[in-house]
């Protein structure tokens, strides 16, 4: 199957990281956003309320022919995605697989430190490091680093305040890590911030980047010259979405 319209779904502006790579591909002709900008953020919600939050964002897209969906939001990946796959007409793929496959390719030492950083449901979870674990990778620490989320819907992608809460969660983990998987849609935009803590630069897992490899291995995928038709939707203040969404496509 050759996916041209394919949609993306997050519990809000968070996805947009994941976005940018899908158009950047220039292998989709039109992608359909949706943030659940009323009801963000999930990340400190509950896992059954997260799987129905999940299983409604099906609904908004059961109007539209997607080809495919991508589940952008790694809290919504840990809880929701299984549900969803099981009643979606099409395939529903999460960010988590794909992270654990691009650090499987990237780094062969199972002995590698790996740092597992997102939102307190997606640590909770323990998906990452139970998944990891099942690949042979054994060293992996989680850290819930709830803070960086609403810094980053601010604005605010660099300086003091970023850095005193990067320090405030990294200091917590007695280690220094070969990687860091950024296990939440925001993280991202502050991955230079976050790397800089460390003095032997760690490798960074990007959901974005991990999804358009999962894709290329997986899929048929089609190029195209013109960059994609991209519609947003959003449960609350579209017009804000749209506003987050030309700044971060920018960065
Ligand atoms: N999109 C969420 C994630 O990737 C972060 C924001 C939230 O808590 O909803 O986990």
């Known amino acids: 199957m050759t996916p041209q319209r394919i949609g993306v779904f997050d519990s809000g502006a968070g996805g947009i990281s994941v976005l940018k790579n899908l158009i950047e591909s220039h292998n989709f002709k039109e992608i359909l956003y949706y943030g659940d900008t009323a009801r963000v953020p999930y990340g400190v919600k509950s896992k059954d309320t997260i799987r129905q939050y999940s299983l409604e964002a099906l609904d908004f897209f059961s109007p539209f022919k997607l080809d495919l969906l991508i589940v952008a939001c790694n809290t919504a990946s840990a809880y929701g995605l299984s ?71 601010e604005g605010i992608f660099e300086g003091a305040i970023l850095d005193s809460t990067i320090a405030h969660y990294l200091k917590q983990y007695p280690s220094t890590p070969n990687a860091i998987i950024l296990g939440c849609t925001h993280f991202p935009l502050i991955a230079n911030s976050i790397a800089n803590f460390y003095s032997n630069k760690p490798l960074l897992i990007h959901s974005g980047e991990a999804i358009m490899e999962y894709l290329q291995n997986f899929y048929t995928l089609q190029s195209f010259k013109e960059t994609p038709k991209v519609k947003f939707y959003a449960s609350d203040y579209v017009e804000n979405l749209e506003k987050i969404a030309n700044l971060w496509l920018k960065k």
């Open 83 to 153: 549900a969803m796959q099981e009643v979606a007409p099409y395939p529903v793929i999460g960010v988590i697989e794909p992270g654990i496959l691009a650090l499987q390719n990237a780094i062969q030492d199972k002995n590698a430190k790996i740092l597992i950083l997102g939102t307190k449901a997606t640590i909770c979870s323990n998906l990452y490091s139970k998944l990891l674990r099942e690949k042979g990778y054994l060293n992996t620490f989680g850290l819930a680093t709830s803070l960086f989320v609403p810094i980053v819907e």
